[in-house]
């Protein structure tokens, strides 16, 4: 743990010498694939937690956000989160604190909340900016002697951080947004700092979020969303990780430390969301306070599902799936054929080369094909290369729509599309 002048960590007995907490994120239990379900990749994930919890001796879990993939989650995704649960209460770990993320309904997540304490599974689903002491937990050992604070605050909505002001720029949105969240945390940390004092021990103060912070890296096809209506609206870690003896943040898929005056980690997705995440690590943090010292280190997560993205020609895909088939390890494909040749049959072709294999290609893109249909302007790129936000700008361009008019669409365009992505307000 770092001490620092505004956070004077009395020494005693008030608390144990040692505590374990493991920090996971971004679980998206009920997302598929290209249409195919991945329920056991997530119950096999979900084992692997609970035998963890038990073999690492983790005192606390944190679960820092999108728990779900959709506000409506289904019911076989449910039954694997109650599941867990239950099971997470037998294996010696005194703590679940689970905070939503921006694609969770916390209504959803709040309601059983009552109910989970009685596993001492803390449940905070959603933000309340005129009460941010409900987001200061305090959790007690089995002697009933304060061992740790954690500040729970869930994803925090547009609605949760500013008032709607005609006229306003989106750089006046994004700037109010911003200290909006730095503004938030610096509040339910000095109702943690006040509450340590008052214990008079040397209880760490652990933040949780799901948020982008400013530094953050993504890959494509992770899954990924902007999370306010503007693209350059990210917190800055510096600020909000400084009254904290570790951050547990989650919303980015790729494992990261996050440069800040505090630990600070995005302990990254258990499962690759798409084939853009193929073939990279997957990991949980744990974290253990001693004797006034943090030690963090990450433990990786057994691949349960191999993805691999193959790009090429025709000879080299069928080298490679070849190649593949002979290791006779189930793999899901995503194919991107990419030659002068034009190839009408390429499905056909691939379904003949993966049969009788554990292999099975889940999405095929042929770049030239569809080239030759559409006539893109662009040799090298298809419209599944670009995002929503790089159809809207293709828009302006092909209608020259004046410079002076496009700044205000952007701005309802992105209005829009967060309106689409805010699953809270469409699951009500």
Request: charged letters at 25%; hydrophobic letters at 40%.
């Amino acid at each position: 743990m770092q001490n620092s002048p505004d956070k004077p960590l009395a020494t005693g007995d008030t608390v144990p010498q040692s505590l374990r907490i493991l920090h996971t994120s971004d679980w998206h239990l009920g997302r598929s694939l290209h249409g195919r379900k991945r329920y056991a990749e997530f119950e096999a994930f979900l084992g692997w937690l609970s035998e963890t919890l038990t073999r690492e001796a983790v005192d606390v879990l944190l679960v820092a956000g999108d728990i779900f993939d959709n506000g409506t989650p289904s019911n076989r995704a449910q039954e694997l989160y109650y599941q867990f649960l239950g099971r997470a209460a037998a294996t010696g770990c005194r703590h679940v604190v689970i905070v939503a993320g921006n694609h969770d309904s916390p209504t959803f997540l709040d309601a059983p909340r009552q109910l989970l304490r009685a596993l001492d599974v803390h449940v905070v689903g959603s933000s309340s900016p005129d009460n941010p002491a409900d987001e200061v937990l305090v959790l007690h050992d089995p002697r009933g002697r304060a061992e740790l604070i954690v500040c729970a605050v869930p994803f925090l909505r547009d609605r949760d951080l500013r008032q709607v002001e005609s006229g306003e720029s989106v750089a006046d949105k994004e700037r109010k947004l911003i200290e909006g969240v730095h503004s938030h945390y610096r509040e339910v940390a000095q109702i943690a700092l006040a509450k340590r004092r008052e214990l008079g021990g040397a209880v760490p103060v652990v933040g949780m979020g799901h948020l982008f912070a400013t530094g953050g890296r993504v890959v494509d096809d992770d899954g990924v969303r902007e999370l306010y209506v503007g693209s350059l609206a990210r917190v800055d870690a510096e600020v909000i990780a400084r009254d904290f003896d570790y951050l547990a943040l989650g919303h980015l898929h790729i494992p990261q430390s996050v440069t800040a005056a505090s630990p600070t980690r995005y302990s990254g997705s258990p499962l690759p969301m798409g084939f853009g995440e193929a073939g990279q690590p997957k990991s949980v943090c744990l974290v253990d306070f001693r004797d006034g010292q943090t030690d963090i280190r990450t433990l990786e997560i057994p691949a349960f599902q191999r993805l691999e993205r193959l790009r090429g020609d025709w000879p080299q895909i069928a080298a490679r799936l070849q190649e593949l088939g002979r290791a006779r390890t189930s793999v899901w494909l995503e194919v991107f054929y990419d030659s002068a040749e034009v190839i009408g049959d390429l499905r056909s072709r691939l379904d003949t080369a993966v049969e009788g294999t554990e292999l099975e290609v889940l999405a095929v893109k042929n770049t030239r094909l569809v080239q030759s249909v559409l006539g893109q302007i662009h040799a090298d790129e298809t419209l599944d290369d670009l995002d929503p936000g790089d159809v809207f700008e293709r828009c302006l361009e092909t209608h020259a729509v004046p410079g002076d008019q496009r700044e205000g669409l952007r701005a309802a365009y992105r209005e829009i599309m967060q309106q689409i992505n805010d699953v809270d307000e469409r699951a009500e």
